[in-house]
């Protein structure tokens, strides 16, 4: 009996090893492996929550106009929060340091907005430098716009 219980431990364990990859983090790794060598390139989502009316929570992103930023933005919308923009900050750091957390308590975050250079992130090549702008507001009864802007930038001579 204990043996199948070890057994069945195992495979339990066996199955968090195998969970899918975050799909905002493989769609930054993308987004930042495509940048070509010598170039810029940048998304940038914008999030509402109540702006009044019957759809007030939502998402826009704009990937202006280059292929690989479109999965990034179909990422970003479909798997951020419209309610709380600091945890889609904490999501894109936790993407770019996996090896860190960044716990802040979110309920009792009303501001938070600065700019991140992070010179490498896990599964990126080295050559590409990710920007992470933020600006998390949270207002209660006026139209704040928290945005998250991620911009990959590759060496000119790729390494």
Same mark, same amino acid.
């Given at each position: 009996?204990?043996?199948?219980?070890?057994?069945?431990?195992?495979?339990?364990?066996?199955?968090?090893?195998?969970?899918?990859? *975050?799909?905002?983090?493989?769609?930054?790794?993308?987004?930042? =492996?495509?940048?070509?060598?010598?170039? @810029? #390139?940048?998304?940038?989502?914008?999030?509402?929550? !109540?702006?009044?009316?019957? !759809?007030?929570?939502?998402?826009?992103?704009?990937?202006?106009?280059?292929?690989?930023?479109?999965?990034?933005?179909?990422?970003?919308?479909? #798997?951020?929060?419209?309610?709380?923009?600091?945890? =889609?900050?904490?999501?894109?750091?936790?993407?770019?340091?996996?090896?860190?957390? !960044?716990?802040?308590?979110?309920?009792?975050?009303?501001?938070?907005?600065?700019?991140?250079?992070?010179?490498?992130?896990?599964?990126? *090549?080295?050559?590409?430098?990710?920007?992470?702008?933020?600006?998390?507001?949270?207002?209660?009864?006026?139209?704040? @716009?928290?945005?998250?802007?991620?911009?990959?930038?590759?060496?000119?001579?790729?390494?």
């Amino acid at each position: 009996m204990a043996g199948g219980l070890a057994l069945a431990g195992a495979a339990l364990l066996a199955g968090c090893a195998t969970a899918p990859p *975050d799909p905002v983090c493989a769609a930054i790794r993308d987004f930042a =492996n495509a940048t070509p060598p010598g170039t @810029t #390139h940048a998304v940038e989502m914008t999030t509402r929550w !109540f702006t009044g009316g019957l !759809f007030g929570a939502r998402a826009e992103c704009v990937d202006g106009g280059y292929g690989p930023g479109r999965p990034l933005c179909k990422a970003l919308v479909e #798997h951020s929060s419209r309610e709380f923009p600091v945890g =889609n900050v904490q999501h894109v750091l936790a993407c770019i340091h996996a090896d860190r957390r !960044f716990d802040l308590p979110v309920a009792n975050v009303r501001a938070l907005s600065g700019e991140i250079v992070s010179y490498e992130m896990p599964g990126v *090549d080295g050559s590409v430098t990710l920007t992470l702008v933020f600006d998390a507001i949270q207002k209660t009864g006026s139209e704040a @716009t928290p945005s998250l802007r991620l911009v990959a930038r590759r060496d000119p001579a790729g390494r």
